[in-house]
């Protein structure tokens, strides 16, 4: 064999062993637990600062405002369980009709197991106290009023809303795991990088997993006051590209159901949009949007602490 063809065999190998290395790396930090995100899959689109959807009804009455992005079949339920779809959308606004006017919650049948055999509801063995995980996917999201910015990367407001809630659980005997992981910046990959926090928080096996969020709508969609105590309100987010959506609604309906008996007006509504916000990991994972980013952070963590209390009936009651 002449010097030209090795030559030749060894710039082969070079470029196969540089290929197999490439693939190695690359399947190496996309773990099977991730996944590429596209229009359909684990994140939400939102709109920039000071940019929101308004929702009408098809005679021009206000359903509701967000800073998430609404698209067509997405599904709304308010306030007083009224549920609507989406059925056009132009620009920063949209037209939904009424599909439901009163919408079961509480009332409707949760099948116990999932078809794989599994319970839906992670249950709390006899003796053992629960345990639920906290952690944030946006961890800049900030209030303007209080900080002067909406947004402040891996040290945002959310956290201490956060606090709020992990301290009014841990009160009432519930262990909290509230992570302060960041997963910065604030784009369409922050879901990927919180979908890593959130498989590890599950190996806890804890009995539900909270994403607390932060909306962009106006402050007047969200101030609200609670036994006369200034506060904001919740929207509860559940995606609808998550094939087990069924089983994280009927959880979503379950604490509006609490809420709505112990503190009247406190959950604006449930959000149905486009992703699954990592919600197909876990039966009980949720999204809650607390508060808005032209609010002050006083009002996000007082209404922490009453979605603190009504997650404390909900885990006993199960």
Known sequence: MNDINKKYIWIFFVILITILVASYVFNSMRSPEQKPYGTETGFAHETGPGQFF??????????????????????????????????????????????????????????????????????????????????????????????????????????????????????????????????????????????????????????????????????SEYYTTINGVDSSRIMIVVGMSNPNIRTNLAYAKQIKDRADELYPGLIRGIFMGRGDYNQDLYPTAMLFEVGTDSISLDLAENAARCLGDVLVKELGVR
């Open 54 to 219: 308004t929702v009408r009804d098809q005679d021009g009455f206000t359903l509701f405002q967000t800073g998430l992005s609404v698209h067509v079949n997405d599904r709304y339920i308010n306030e007083n369980n009224v549920e609507y779809i989406i059925i056009k959308v132009d620009g920063m606004n949209a037209t939904a009709n009424i599909i439901q006017k009163k919408a079961s919650l509480i009332s409707e049948p949760i099948l116990k197991t999932t078809l794989a055999g599994q319970a839906l509801f992670p249950t709390i063995p006899r003796g053992k106290s629960s345990h639920v995980v906290v952690y944030h996917t946006h961890t800049d999201e900030s209030f303007i009023p209080t900080s002067g910015q909406a947004s402040k990367p891996g040290n945002g407001d959310i956290f201490a809303v956060g606090d709020a809630l992990t301290t009014t659980l841990r009160k009432a005997g519930v262990s909290v795991t509230h992570s302060r992981a960041a997963h910065d910046p604030h784009d369409i990959n922050a879901y990927s990088r919180s979908r890593r926090t959130l498989t590890q928080l599950l190996k806890e096996q804890p009995d539900a997993a909270f994403d607390i969020h932060r909306d962009s709508a106006p402050a």
